[in-house]
């Protein structure tokens, strides 16, 4: 293996290597089950534009839209390597990737906050 191909192959580890380590733990993939796993890291999340923001959580690839002053915490659980979010902010748009792969979204108070372009709020 040439030295490319040794870079390449550490980033698809550096990657792939925390689902490996938290898929048996992971349940259902549902809210609570997510939950579950321990070692949450919460982010707080808030859009203090005039529009509405798309959160965009990866690598699940699942849409939340927050209205002007909303707030929500993306949290992540399970382990990871080095750190547990990694951010990319476009026009309208917040893209957190959870390296854990495994991550909920929640109101302030904790309860999960619904997914798509309504929010249910």
């Known amino acids: 293996m040439d030295r490319q191909e040794s870079v390449q192959r550490a980033e698809i580890d550096r990657i792939i290597d925390p689902l490996k380590e938290n898929m048996p733990q992971a349940g259902d993939l549902g809210f609570e ?8 890291v919460p982010l707080l999340v808030r859009n203090d ?15 939340y839209w927050l209205k002007p002053g909303e707030s ?6 399970g382990r990871w390597d080095g750190h547990p979010f990694e951010t990319i902010h476009e026009t309208g748009c917040l893209t957190v990737w959870a390296t854990s792969w495994f991550a909920t979204v929640s109101d302030c108070d904790g309860n999960e906050f619904p997914p798509g372009p309504q929010g249910g709020h």
Do not use: F, H
Not at 33 to 39: E, H, V, Y
Not at 50 to 63: A, I, N, S, T, V
Not at 72 to 77: A, G, K, L, P, Q
């Open 33 to 40: 089950a997510i939950r579950q796993m321990g070692n949450p």
């Open 49 to 63: 534009g005039k529009e509405q923001l798309q959160l965009w959580l990866e690598p699940c690839g699942q849409d």
């Open 72 to 77: 929500v915490y993306v949290t992540s659980y």
